[in-house]
């Protein structure tokens, strides 16, 4: 038997490897939205028992802070966040992966946990034209007076499914982050790109 | 003259500090900013732009409207050229080239007008009754004469290169149509508070504001006009959406819209779309759409120069243009007077007036008196005459005498029909109102109202009126409360009466109903006689409203004259129900971005850039796009490479992306329970760290799906699915959950996205995997043997899962690790297997060792087998129940004789088979009763050195050694084969245990 064993760098590759860089594009000028890449979060699925999803949302909040929403909303609580994905089902999503697991392993106590960090790929989008994008592809009313900050939709943008959901503003204003399936990504990012070219957009990596 | 003849030396909506050069069959021409197509050839003085539909007739601009019936042209060239364009809305820019249509070799000189000497042979129902006569006349004579000379237009013919988009929006109160009543209503709305759009399809928004000389408040209604546009635009909650046309209306308030970008532009700026479609969801909707002029049927009325009253003033008025220099007015109400007035104000000579009414009236009098105009009362034209353009008419007086008039304009003035047709998409009916004489709204969609000339309600004051009470109205219905209301606007005065004249009978020569599709009265009379009375019949039968027009300005007319024909009343007669679109819209529209590449989205695996890099040539499975096979230079032939990947796993190691199969992660206290109903076969003495091959069955019975799944922990299961399947078979276990066992204590959730997985498949698959599998996973047989699945680390505490599964009969695992380590996972197998000559394959070589196998896959999971069909009835299990059990015990479905599935080969082993062959004994004819099944798939085995094939068959495992005919008609072949076992490799199983 030939031990080989790590001959070979092990190098991740993102969804967006490829389809998307860093930079300016469609017109010219300042920037009618900013497109910020979520860079290695950790998400998860997080599935309650069938009873008591109360008692297991006051478990959790006891002991990561977190509260679970009881209808569609995505809540913040310092590097985490949880979106409901239906009855009892929500994305647990941590900035990074430190800890994650640990995360992870505090949640299964409660309830059935599947790691889908590689799974999707998350966008954060903001800026003056920000609506004038999405309005081209969500079916649903953003108005701030219907989807306000927290507020979280699954939908259909653009024929692929997408998870949607609007963060605090920044100094720009609204901030919404979209969730898409990986291998969707590249046909995700063809329609928003050219979507986003008519007002000018920003991509930057979130470190920047 | 001066260059631009007919253009008023002032006046109008025009932007005189802004020269547009445009093109007209190749000649160059002037117009200004704010000029429409239309308006800047009738400025020049060209009235004769296009070609009818059948006779070739010569044709002008009969509107300056979307109804626009005539002036067809095709815009631009090359790949943007487009056909069918209505000059009347044609917004104009410098450089615009525009060319008429339907004529050859040119507008003024139509060889094919000669048609309208076979006129009498291309009547009503002429097209239908083509197919009575010999057929060989249809193909041979018809088509191509017909082809030839009718038509609208040419495509460009080439890819279309402007970019196309989408939108959604979503409004309280939908505004739809920016005149007096939309406005009215858009900033009774608007002050409120409430999210209103205000959508118009002109460019410019005021409506027939635009076209009249009016006064509101003692003002010209200019400054009204300006004032609330001002108002509007300083409201947060009002989006003004100019070259906007509201196309439809369908089900929960949906509205679709066509927003013209850039139509108005030589190409659209960078970035920016063409034409953009938006789907509105509108809580209320305030349709405002105003209403369309009615022409007279009488002889030559569609001659170049013959227009619409209204049209005129807007020419007159808005665009400083007077079409003609010596007009005669054929009116049937009050509203022709003022177009008289309105040519004469502008320093027109209005020749005659001809009021069809038998009412004398001072004031009309002292009119004509003042503008020097003849009046004929109680008058009508009977006929007009010319060339190519309007030389004269004929006027009837009421004493019957008739006297013939030189003149270069008729502008003919027949009352209005309101623009109901949104109304009507919903199945609403239009009304007939006697009074009014025209069709009004009948019963309103949900959460519509009509506003203005849209209801009836032709005066500016009702439609300020109605505007303002109905924006009121909508807001309180969305909750909002209303603003204070706006003290009343008083208007000049105004009159709207008319009797309207549907057609003038008894002259020489052919009188239009519908100008677009060349449908004369007498068209109407031969409809009638030869029974196609009703509406519906009338219009398929003479065509009378179809085109590009849809009939805005026939389709009354045709009713009447049906009604005067058959003894019956207008409303007897019928209605016309409006359909969407109200307007023609492109399908490069309301496909947007999706099209071509972008038809739907395309999903790549983790693996894709490695494999991609290998050289795949990758092939659609579903939205997937997988490696089908790796070509290496000097292999032309994809059965080469084919062969080459299935023989270097046979004798070596392969690898091949199998990270499109589903994924489903199952927990909980009742996970192997709830698999043991959904599965036909047992599950709860799958030990941890096992997989085992599952098959489901529908409720009807029938194969579902099939796939591996593996017992990670107690309570924990990864089920895989069919790439195919992946969808259905979630959906199917949510429902069982959810609906059949909601107190199983079970949870599950797709992971098919986590997981990136290649298969490793040959006698070094093992040594191969020893270069990626951390040195503390021991991977000998007896600590990994068949059917092990376990969590593992790779490449250095990179989490992983090994499952010791195989498709190809070999030595195989299934390797699987979180999809951003997939490209990674890819090119390190190549690595480690490199010694080995590794070779990576697709899903050809796949498919190719799984028929090898006489493994079934999709061409065999059809919906319509049963797992006995498949060979796989031993794995139902007796010891429980299961989705599909009973229903699989039907005894259609376990009749012996079913099609069962077995293998084939040539009995001449060169002949090559074919999937879709039917089965016939031999010496039996070919016929369905003699049909004994299926061959589902074939292929050719490198290793067996033939083509082989799995199929169904009568009887089948009890005939192995039996010769039969694959008999496949379609593609002239008849093969005799010998049926055989489906496994062709290995049937011991030596190697998969190796």
């Not at chain 1, 079916?139 to 699954?154: K, Q, V, Y």
């Not at chain 2, 001002?230 to 308030?253: C, K, N, Q, W």
């Amino acid at each position: 038997m030939v031990e080989t064993q790590n001959l070979f760098a092990w190098t991740k590759r993102h969804a967006w490897q490829g389809v998307l860089a860093d930079g300016h594009y469609g017109k010219a000028g300042k920037s009618g939205v900013t497109v910020r890449l979520r860079t290695g979060p950790g998400i998860a699925t997080f599935i309650a028992s069938t009873e008591g999803h109360v008692a297991v949302g006051t478990a959790i909040r006891e002991r990561l802070g977190l509260v679970l929403p009881l209808t569609p909303e995505a809540l913040c609580a310092g590097h985490l966040q949880a979106v409901w994905n239906g009855p009892g089902q929500w994305l647990i999503i941590a900035d990074n992966r430190e800890r994650f697991q640990e995360t992870l392993a505090d949640l299964a106590k409660f309830g059935a946990v599947s790691d889908q960090s590689d799974s999707r790929a998350v966008l954060s989008l903001s800026g003056a034209r920000v609506y004038d994008v999405l309005a081209k592809g969500v079916m649903i009313d953003l108005h701030p007076a219907n989807f306000p900050i927290g507020a979280a939709a699954s939908t259909s943008i653009a024929q692929v499914g997408a998870s949607l959901w609007r963060r605090a503003d920044d100094l720009a204003g609204p901030v919404f982050e979209v969730m898409v399936a990986r291998s969707f990504f590249g046909s995700f990012w063809s329609w928003f790109s050219a979507s986003a070219a008519e007002f000018g957009c920003t991509v930057q990596d979130e470190i920047q | 003259m001066s260059a631009v003849p007919y253009r008023l030396a002032s006046g109008g909506l025009i932007d005189r500090s802004r020269r547009v050069n445009f093109s007209f069959d190749g000649k160059t021409y002037q117009g200004y900013a704010g000029d429409t197509l239309a308006s800047a050839l009738l400025a020049n003085g060209v009235r004769l732009v296009g070609r009818s539909f059948k006779y070739h007739r010569p044709r002008g601009i009969l509107s300056a409207g979307p109804e626009e019936p005539n002036a067809l042209v095709e815009l631009r060239s090359g790949a943007r050229r487009e056909p069918n364009t209505r000059a009347t809305v044609a917004e104009l820019f410098d450089g615009l080239e525009a060319m008429s249509q339907n004529r050859w070799p040119s507008l003024a000189f139509d060889l094919m007008s000669i048609n309208r000497l076979v006129s009498p042979a291309l009547v009503a129902g002429f097209y239908y009754k083509t197919f009575m006569w010999p057929a060989a006349f249809w193909e041979k004579l018809y088509e191509p004469v017909i082809r030839r000379a009718a038509g609208l237009g040419r495509a460009a013919g080439a890819e279309d290169p402007d970019h196309y988009e989408k939108a959604f929006a979503f409004c309280d109160v939908l505004v739809i149509g920016g005149g007096p009543a939309g406005l009215s209503a858009a900033l009774a709305a608007g002050r409120s508070g409430a999210r209103v759009i205000l959508c118009d399809e002109d460019f410019r928004l005021g409506g027939r504001l635009l076209a009249e000389k009016r006064e509101i408040g003692g003002k010209p209604a200019s400054e009204w006009l300006g004032a609330t546009l001002a108002e509007l635009e300083s409201l947060p909650e009002v989006r003004i959406m100019p070259r906007t046309s509201i196309f439809g209306l369908y089900d929960h308030g949906v509205y679709g819209a066509v927003e013209r970008v850039a139509d108005h532009l030589p190409t659209p700026p960078a970035h920016q779309p063409r034409q953009r479609s938006w789907r509105i969801y509108a809580k209320r909707a305030i349709l405002a759409a105003g209403a369309l002029e009615r022409p007279i049927v009488f002889a030559g009325n569609d001659l170049p120069g013959v227009m619409l009253a209204g049209a005129v003033r807007a020419y007159v008025n808005r665009y400083g243009v007077l079409p003609g220099r010596e007009a005669v007015l054929f009116t049937a109400g009050d509203d022709g007077w003022t177009t008289a007035r309105d040519i004469a104000a502008a320093g027109g000579r209005v020749v005659a007036v001809v009021d069809a009414r038998w009412e004398a009236s001072p004031n009309r009098q002292a009119l004509a008196d003042k503008i020097g105009a003849r009046f004929f009362v109680g008058g009508v034209i009977e006929s007009a005459g010319g060339g190519r353009q309007l030389r004269d008419v004929t006027v009837r007086d009421a004493s019957g005498a008739t006297t013939t008039l030189a003149c270069d304009l008729l502008a003919v003035s027949n009352g209005w029909n309101p623009t109901l047709h949104l109304t009507s998409h919903q199945n609403g009916k239009p009304q007939w109102d006697e009074a009014l004489q025209c069709f009004v709204p009948g019963n309103l969609p949900e959460g519509m109202s009509v506003a203005g000339s849209a209801a009836g309600h032709f005066t500016l004051t009702q439609a300020l009126e109605d505007g303002a009470a109905l924006g009121f109205e909508a807001v309180k219905s969305v909750g909002l409360k209303p603003s204070g209301a706006e003290p009343f606007q008083s208007t000049d005065p105004e009159a709207a009466g008319v009797t309207p004249v549907w057609r003038v009978a008894g002259a020489k020569g052919k009188a239009f109903v519908d100008y677009q599709n060349d449908v004369t009265d007498k068209d109407v009379e031969i409809a009638a006689r030869e029974g196609f009375r009703p509406v519906e019949h009338l219009k398929r039968y003479t065509t009378l409203g179809m085109a590009t027009d849809q009939g805005k300005t026939s389709n009354l007319s045709g009713l009447a004259i049906m009604a005067e024909q058959t003894g019956k009343t207008i409303p007897q007669t019928g209605t016309t129900t409006f359909r969407p679109p109200y307007t023609p819209v492109a399908i490069g529209v309301l496909a947007g971005h999706h099209r071509g590449r972008e038809f739907r989205p395309v999903r790549l695996t983790p693996t894709h850039e490695a494999s991609r890099e290998m050289g795949a040539i990758f092939v659609e499975s579903g939205q997937w796009l997988r490696a089908q096979y790796y070509p290496e230079p000097g292999e032309s032939d994809w059965l080469v490479t084919v062969n080459r990947e299935v023989m270097a796993v046979r004798s070596s190691v392969g690898i091949c992306d199998v990270s499109t199969l589903g994924k489903i992660d199952i927990q909980g206290a009742d996970a192997a329970e709830f698999l043991e109903r959904a599965y036909i076969n047992g599950w709860k003495a799958l030990p941890v760290g096992k997989a085992r091959y599952g098959l489901m069955l529908r409720e009807d019975g029938f194969v579902m799906d099939d796939g591996t799944t593996s017992r990670l922990g107690e309570n924990h299961f990864l089920m895989t699915t069919t790439t195919a399947n992946a969808g259905r078979v979630m959906q199917h276990l949510e429902f069982c959950h959810q609906v059949l066992w909601p107190d199983l204590d079970v949870r599950m959730v797709s992971v098919s996205e986590q997981w990136a997985q290649v298969a490793v498949a040959g006698p070094r698959a093992r040594d191969t995997l020893r270069g990626v599998v951390d040195a503390e996973h021991d991977l000998s047989n007896e600590a990994f043997p068949y059917l092990a699945a376990q969590e593992i680390t790779v490449g250095g505490r990179i989490p992983a899962r090994l499952f010791r599964i195989s498709f190809s009969g070999e030595l195989a695992y299934e390797l699987a690790v979180p999809a951003d380590y997939g490209d990674a996972m890819m090119r390190a197998l190549m690595r480690a297997g490199e010694a080995f000559g590794i070779t990576p394959y697709g899903t050809e070589a796949l498919g190719v060792m799984r028929i090898e196998k006489g493994h079934v896959a999709g061409n065999e999971l059809n919906g319509q087998t049963t797992a006995r069909d498949l060979g796989l009835g031993k794995m139902m299990s007796t010891k429980k129940d299961y989705i599909g059990r009973i229903m699989a015990q039907r005894q259609a479905l376990v009749a012996p004789d079913r099609p069962a599935f077995v293998g084939f080969k040539p009995v001449d082993p060169t002949q090559r088979l074919r999937a879709g062959a039917h089965f016939l004994s031999v010496g039996k004819a070919a016929t369905m009763e003699n049909d004994e099944g299926h061959m589902t798939s074939v292929a050719y085995s490198p290793h067996v050195k033939l083509w082989m094939g799995l199929g169904l068959i009568k009887n089948g495992p009890a005939r192995i050694g039996e010769r039969v005919r694959a008999y496949d008609p379609v593609r002239n072949g008849d093969v005799l084969v010998e049926i055989c076992s489906p496994v062709f490799v290995d049937p011991e199983g030596v190697r998969l245990h190796g």
